[in-house]
């Protein structure tokens, strides 16, 4: 057994034993879905867009991915003070090991708890078009997952306390769920909006999981695919390096 | 008192932005000996901890730790120490078996004598039947005797204790330095901690150090600080040493949620 692993089985230890966590944060995503799923629902299709959960699942899907990762990744703040960090930063392992094992362990957390989300999606009356690219799916899935958690690494790798909590969930998670395009479709949109959904790099997952559960990619699979792993792999390092700098 | 020192500092400096928080110090602590490294709030004990464990890099000076220079070879001087912290570093989530099991791991600590050194401290400390437990039920005595027992896993030569007994009862810390006595002197490991009691200083550590404003003060035995300054016990030599005034530190984020941390536990 080596380092990464460890860590990473630490991080789905601690997943599936907090009940209340796992509940918690499946609250959000359903809530979105079903207020808005079937709230808008009859005003989507009155304007000819089609079924409007249909439409939303994939989004609320990433939103359940963005939320997990994200703060999985804030809570280096509190661990590094009061938890478990500190006695992994003065073992003899390299700063690497440790960052790619909690990462990773976070982001099949996120993983798991996306695909929860997903089956609430099917409970709720959403069906995927192409039941053969459920694999890509779950790739975007992935890939959605390990960006996000990165964002968390490298946010609770700089934050000194839990002060910026709030700052972080508003200026940082909100807008990119917002602007992501998980709630309504590009094309029609004003002129900055749209900007901002292409500039955001969740548009691109979110794009990419709705193309592969219903068909119809918005960017392009090829440029979904390879902005999401490209931005993947930039913030992992970025996540990486301010990781290293973590002072105790 | 003529082992080779296992702990050489010299002319060690930190500075923090114009700030110097550890002043040219010196001391060598010889191998096998319990040493107390005692001051003020803020006198630059924990920063010197850091610069001992390989936490933070020194400004100036040389350190030999085990014989190896933590900031050249970092990893070997790791190997070479166990610590704990003055705040808890044990996840809650986690069983007691799976903490050392994590520390072990991490250590390569090869499986059989893993297991066999998880069994053997978990009963010395007196955990081996609460091993299943998940250590978000223990108590403050029962989590700093699993963080002692684990710091200790890997075999180190060195134990560092950053306030060890901080917010614990008269009993149990009794408890807890009867521990380290015994480890001590059965593990052979050289023990170097902080604390706040002077009279627990003065009743386990063979030798003191007294460090005040970045600067040691005073080195000796117990007995020789309190014959250097006339005082009746440590605690008088101590404040003779570093004077009555009260030290008032700026509240930094780490005490902003100690105390965050206080209020939510009690609320529960």
Request: proline share 5%.
């Amino acid at each position: 057994m080596n380092a990464v692993f460890i860590l990473w089985l630490r991080q789905l230890k601690r997943y599936f034993r907090s009940r209340a966590r796992m509940a918690g944060s499946l609250g959000q995503p359903t809530l979105f879905l079903l207020a808005l799923g079937f709230g808008l629902g009859p005003t989507f299709a009155r304007a000819g867009g089609g079924d409007y959960v249909q439409f939303l699942a994939p989004g609320i899907v990433t939103m359940g991915i963005l939320f997990t990762a994200v703060f999985s990744g804030i809570e280096i703040i509190w661990d590094r003070r009061f938890g478990f960090l500190k006695e992994t930063l003065v073992a003899p392992v390299s700063r690497l090991e440790i960052v790619l094992g909690r990462t990773l362990g976070s982001a099949t957390v996120a993983l798991i708890q996306g695909t929860i989300v997903f089956l609430v999606c099917l409970a709720a009356g959403f069906r995927p078009a192409e039941p053969l690219l459920l694999p890509l799916a779950l790739l975007f899935m992935a890939l959605i997952a390990i960006m996000c958690t990165a964002i968390g690494t490298a946010v609770g790798s700089v934050l000194e306390d839990m002060q910026g909590f709030q700052l972080i969930m508003n200026f940082i998670v909100l807008p990119l769920f917002f602007f992501s395009s998980a709630l309504f479709p590009v094309p029609d949109l004003p002129g900055a909006v749209r900007l901002a959904v292409r500039l955001n790099p969740l548009s691109y997952g979110v794009d990419g999981l709705r193309g592969a559960l219903n068909g119809g990619f918005a960017f392009g699979v090829a440029t979904d695919f390879a902005v999401l792993g490209l931005l993947a792999a930039i913030l992992l390092a970025i996540g990486a390096y301010l990781f290293s700098k973590i002072e105790v | 008192m003529t082992a080779p020192a296992v702990i050489e500092a010299h002319d060690l400096v930190k500075r923090f932005d114009g700030f110097t928080a550890v002043d040219h110090i010196s001391f060598a602590v010889p191998e096998g000996v319990i040493f107390g490294f005692l001051g003020p709030n803020g006198a630059g004990k924990t920063t010197t901890i850091k610069m001992l464990t390989t936490v933070l890099t020194p400004s100036e000076g040389r350190l030999l730790i085990a014989g190896h220079d933590p900031v050249k070879e970092p990893l070997l001087v790791r190997r070479a120490f166990g610590i704990v912290f003055q705040d808890p570093s044990l996840d809650g989530e986690l069983t007691a078996a799976e903490n050392m099991e994590l520390h072990g791991v991490l250590y390569r600590v090869p499986r059989t004598e893993r297991r066999e050194r998880i069994e053997a401290l978990l009963r010395f400390v007196g955990l081996w039947e609460r091993r299943d437990d998940y250590v978000k039920r223990f108590s403050g005595g029962m989590r700093r005797r699993l963080e002692i027992a684990r710091a200790l896993q890997h075999r180190p030569r060195i134990l560092f204790l950053d306030e060890p007994t901080a917010g614990l009862d008269p009993q149990t810390r009794n408890q807890i330095w009867e521990f380290i006595r015994t480890l001590s002197r059965d593990e052979s490991v050289t023990v170097f901690f902080t604390t706040h009691y002077m009279e627990e200083a003065e009743r386990v550590a063979d030798r003191i150090a007294v460090i005040d404003h970045g600067r040691i003060v005073a080195q000796g035995t117990a007995a020789s600080l309190r014959q250097e300054t006339g005082g009746r016990t440590l605690e008088d030599a101590f404040i003779t040493l570093t004077g009555h005034s009260i030290r008032e530190a700026e509240a930094a984020p780490i005490d902003r949620m100690r105390m965050m941390r206080r209020m939510w536990r009690s609320g529960r």
